[in-house]
């Protein structure tokens, strides 16, 4: 229950440094979804910095969609899973731990944004 509780404190710590990362405006970024260009940049933004703590439900993340962000030197790594039976949902991951294999969630978001990737 300690673990479910730092890791709980950890993605509240993440979506906050995002948060942060991501307040400039849209036009200061360049974004990247599944490695090509996002033509649709602040609406992928938009989306990203609706990132919340979700109750879980029974399903479980499927198809991986790989997002980079970058502004200036910083730059961010996520990787957005879609929903097992929610398809507009997304589980959201900090890949910013390339070695560790249990990447931290830090939230779920709802978006038609990422239908066709």
Same mark, same amino acid.
């Given at each position: 229950m300690l673990r479910v509780a730092y890791r709980n404190v950890e993605a509240w710590?993440?979506?906050?440094?995002i948060r942060q990362l991501l307040n400039a405006p849209d036009?200061?970024?360049v974004v990247m979804v599944n490695g090509r260009s996002a033509p649709n940049t602040s609406a992928v933004l938009g989306a990203i910095r609706g990132v919340r703590l979700r109750m879980a439900h029974h399903t479980h993340p +499927?198809?991986?969609i790989p997002v980079v962000i970058r502004r200036k030197q910083d730059v961010l790594e996520?990787?957005?899973k879609r929903d097992s039976g929610l398809a507009?949902?997304?589980w959201v991951f900090w890949t910013r731990?390339? +070695?560790n294999p249990?990447?931290?969630e830090i939230g779920r978001l709802e978006t038609s944004v990422f239908d066709t990737q």
């Amino acid at each position: 229950m300690l673990r479910v509780a730092y890791r709980n404190v950890e993605a509240w710590q993440a979506r906050s440094a995002i948060r942060q990362l991501l307040n400039a405006p849209d036009g200061e970024f360049v974004v990247m979804v599944n490695g090509r260009s996002a033509p649709n940049t602040s609406a992928v933004l938009g989306a990203i910095r609706g990132v919340r703590l979700r109750m879980a439900h029974h399903t479980h993340p +499927d198809h991986e969609i790989p997002v980079v962000i970058r502004r200036k030197q910083d730059v961010l790594e996520l990787t957005l899973k879609r929903d097992s039976g929610l398809a507009r949902e997304y589980w959201v991951f900090w890949t910013r731990e390339r +070695d560790n294999p249990n990447r931290l969630e830090i939230g779920r978001l709802e978006t038609s944004v990422f239908d066709t990737q």
